[in-house]
């Protein structure tokens, strides 16, 4: 099975601050890659699809990038609102697997 | 817009089968523009793919929950179901109910249900 290691497992960071999350999966699974952002309590909420496409509705400030194996997060300015944890998740022959998770704190 | 609802028992004793139910609303669960999942996140910890269906019938289940996994829809009430058989402990989590109209990635999700397996 493939498996996915995000790095930093926490990030702390400012508002304003530029943020870069690693995901790395164990063989490579060309585009198939998503990000998503989960609050406490809440749902997680998807980000970015196929790398880097931009799902609707989400600020221009979080874009992604990557192929293969190595893909990043990024958020170009951290915004209040940007607090939360963010998994990556790929997919491969029908089967789906999250990274452990990043935290983004409050530095 | 499509919307989906978790339900099912809070609580399951050990050895017991956990069966919760998806109900999708906004939309059609016979559609072929769409999979549905079950993801599970226990207390504290990461999100962990239990498996997903599509509209054909195909399912698909996370290895290390095949033998006990049991993904189902039931079109006349346009739902989708999970049953987990011979639950632990370690089956304590919040269940997640989602759907995809991206080939790999749950764009809809509901807002989760928390079971608790205790005796």
């Known amino acids: 099975d493939i498996q996915m290691t995000q790095s930093p497992s926490t990030l702390s960071a400012s508002v304003g601050d530029r943020v870069t999350i690693t995901c790395r999966a164990s063989q490579s699974i060309s585009s198939w890659l998503a990000w998503y952002q989960q609050k406490p309590g809440k749902a997680p909420k998807l980000l970015i699809y196929k790398a880097s496409s931009l799902e609707s509705g989400v600020p221009s400030r979080f874009s992604g990038s990557g192929s293969g194996t190595e893909f990043t997060l990024t958020i170009s300015s951290l915004q209040p609102d940007d607090f939360a944890t963010y998994y990556c998740?790929?997919?491969?022959?029908?089967?789906?697997?999250f990274g452990q998770g990043t935290k983004v704190e409050i530095k | 817009q499509l919307q989906l609802q978790e339900s099912g028992p809070g609580l399951v004793k050990p050895s017991e089968t956990l069966s919760l139910t998806c109900t999708v609303s906004?939309?059609?669960?016979?559609?072929?523009?769409?999979?549905w999942g079950w993801i599970r996140q226990p207390p504290g910890k990461g999100l962990e793919w239990i498996g997903s269906i599509y509209y054909s019938g195909s399912t698909y289940y996370n290895p290390s929950l095949k033998s006990r996994v049991t993904i189902s829809v039931d079109t006349s009430k346009n739902q989708f179901s999970l049953k987990l058989s011979s639950v632990t402990a370690a089956d304590t989590a919040v269940y997640y109910c989602?759907?995809?109209?991206?080939?790999?990635?749950?764009?809809?999700w509901g807002q989760g249900t928390m079971v608790t397996v205790s005796s």
């Open positions: 906004g939309g059609s669960i016979s559609s072929s523009s769409y999979y």
């Open positions: 998740q790929q997919y491969n022959s029908y089967r789906w697997t």
């Open positions: 989602a759907s995809g109209q991206v080939i790999g990635a749950f764009d809809i």
